[in-house]
């Protein structure tokens, strides 16, 4: 895992060096500051580390804390042009998730006119979550990525996940009844608002499939993490 983040981290500093003008001071400094972080953190998956410091974390392997490791070394000119970066970066990555969430519609053989109220309302859903990532996000895409799995757990209402690997790191028993089931509230919940938002456009043909491949698709992810979970606290228990 360390490996790929630092490769993250090096490309980061790569584009931020061309976008900035960084110095090979600045370079050298913003990644020994980063690397000083994340090994800090190799301890969290452990289960020797503080969970508390999961916000941390989060921040540093979404981004946002090179944002603030930046703010002590630049210039007010690098400072400027780091914020109209930021501006360009959060707008594209906004226009990428609207396209990939119309993308994902294309089994209900939307209309061209459909097709365009639908991007509407998923350019509007993606401006208000591109900024409010939740760091049970950032982490369980990261435990994904490692495996080539690209996924919004957020879009999939599976964020509470979390909560179960935490407690296995720690060595705790998780109640999986209890967990399956608040990861089951949250992920109808995001099912129907999902559902929902599109009322206005899809027919209720439409609406029904929709739905129906949301809950297929989370259902999937749902328990092939927790079965994965579950084998890895009878594990660690079988250690101890």
Known sequence: MKKRQMDKINARIAKLTAELDLTPE????????????LNGFESMFSGDGDPSQ?????????GNGTDQVLESLLTPEQKAAHEAL???????RVESKALKSLAKLSFLDLSQQQKDAAYAILY???????ETTSPENTMLSLMTD???????FEDLGLSGALEME???ASGERPDPAEVMARMKESRMQRVNEKVEALR?????TQLEAYRKNLESKSEGMLGGMFGGMEVRGLEAGDDE
Do not use: C, F, W, Y
């Not at 600045?26 to 972080?37: M, V």
């Not at 999961?54 to 979404?62: F, I, K, R, V």
């Open 146 to 152: 490692g495996m080539g799995i690209d996924l919004d």
């Open 54 to 62: 999961m916000n941390e974390l989060s921040m540093l392997l979404s």
């Open 86 to 92: 930021k501006t360009r970066e959060l707008a594209n």
């Open 200 to 204: 206005p456009v899809l027919n209720e």
């Open 26 to 37: 600045q370079q050298a400094k913003l990644r020994q500051t980063l690397e000083a972080k």
């Open 166 to 168: 935490e407690s296995v």
């Open 124 to 130: 509007a859903d993606a401006e208000t979550t591109a």
